[in-house]
């Protein structure tokens, strides 16, 4: 409502007048019907980004303008029809059919934006340890950004940065060798190994294990070629067990880092941080880094065991400092959940006394605990097991639906539509916040969800298809008039600018938000705009609207991570 004032108060006395009419006529027609919108949404729509918001004004100016010409009139229809061809005249529906999969990147509010190279880090899941739910949201959002960012023209590295080493691989070995089956570890390496690791955990508790374990991990250290060799395989079979399924959620990675790469490098670290004066020993002889203003110790950060071994964050530095050098990239972006919020600010903190003024350009996306996901098997332990359920669940609200029989491959639509909905519920809200996990509610047919999303997509495709989408040239969009069709075209007008919003906070709810509200709109003009029955003038003008809706509508999915279905 602030911008709205704003708005009135910089337009001057012409456009206050042509306000108080506009809003004269919102009172007496009502504008959800005239817009399918409530009003603060069309105050919302008026004044979404500062960037563009001369945009908005001037469209708002030409729709009172529009308005104001026929005020004489009872229903002031004519004036919009003014507004709807003058908007679509304005190229709205020949540019999103003519721009495809570019549709809103190619807006002039992205013009000025340079061209950058972003490393981005997501997933790092644990060799041998549970792909737990914040794996997975890391696994979404970190796809999403990549997503976003690969459709705004910049260059993106995808890494996956494995928690591949550690005294748990000691332990592994030992149990590898106690409990361990090639064969098992060749078919299904994740459930083996964590099979393993959760056998050894329990033997753990005797010194002679422990001593073991603690050999193990001491020869990997000194690059023992036969204990690598056991450990490469671990990790080799791990991740082409990751790459099938990823694959699944439709995600990939450019480069398999981990931990262990960065075990000779954190020594250099550590020496670094030395001569540069920054390391302190305390009496127990770990190594620290002073974090205070003051110098007083009242914050600082462990790098070294008092064995002289590296932790975590020495691992994440000397990762840091390699990615620069290598990448030489304008950001680095690291998604994990808010628990490690800190781990990410000690880490920028040293980096920053090291002298690397690069750090400004890293950025911890962070995101909030989700309570409460279980499958029918009990606990989440892989991410197979969601990706399982989810699709399972799917398919059983599919069949009693009674629309699988028509389908031709109901298990992968299952996948795609179940997958929708899971990344929907998790983008609905802020990154930040928590949430408790909801099959039920995810899966809804109707209402805010992916499924929702997906229904519409398949839909829309299958009226193209009925019809024939043949390319659409001449399309006389006077045709439209109605208010139904008239929303859609003023929402897809707005694209650019949840992109450009998602861009600048890296949150996808701007554009979740978004497509559910076309998806609601489409849904509404599809009710009540038939195409079957109209004049062919009228049917291709429709059509072509409902065309260049599906497109966006998948265009905006496809960066979310979601496959559009053409059949459900
Ligand atoms: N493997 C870690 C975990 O599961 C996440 C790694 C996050 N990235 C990083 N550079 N520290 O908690």
Redesign the pocket.
Known sequence: MREFSGILRGGGEALSKALLIFLVFVLRCGLSKVLDLPPENLIKSISAVPVSKKRRVADFQLSIASVTEDSSSDCLAPGLHLQAQKLAERTVLQQVLKDGSEYGVKSELFSTVPKQKAVI?FS???IAKKFHI??LRSTIVGNFIANLKVALGHEVIRMN???DWGMQFGLLGVGFQLFGNKEKLKTSPLQHLFEVYVQINKAAEDENTKKLAKDFFRKLEEHDEQTLSLWKQFRDFSIDEYIRIYKRLGVHFDEYSGESFYQEKSKEVLKMLENKGLLQKTIKGTGIVDLSEKKDLSSFSTVMRSDGTSL?ITR?LA?AIDRMNKHNCDSMI?V?GKS?SN?FQHLFQILKLMGYDWVERCQHVSFGLVQGMKTRRGEVIFLEDVLNEVRSRMLQNMASAKTTKEIEDPMETAEKVGLAALIIQDFQGLLSSDYQFSWDRALQSRGDTGVFLQYTHARLHSLEQMHGNEQLTHINVACLQEPDAISVLQHLLRYDEVLYRSSQDLQPKHIVSYLLTLSHLAAVAHKTLPVKGSTPELAQARLCLFQAARSVLANGMKLLGITPVTQM
């Open positions: 880090e790092s899941p644990n914040g794996h940065y494995l928690g975590y994440d990762a690291y994990t490690q781990h």
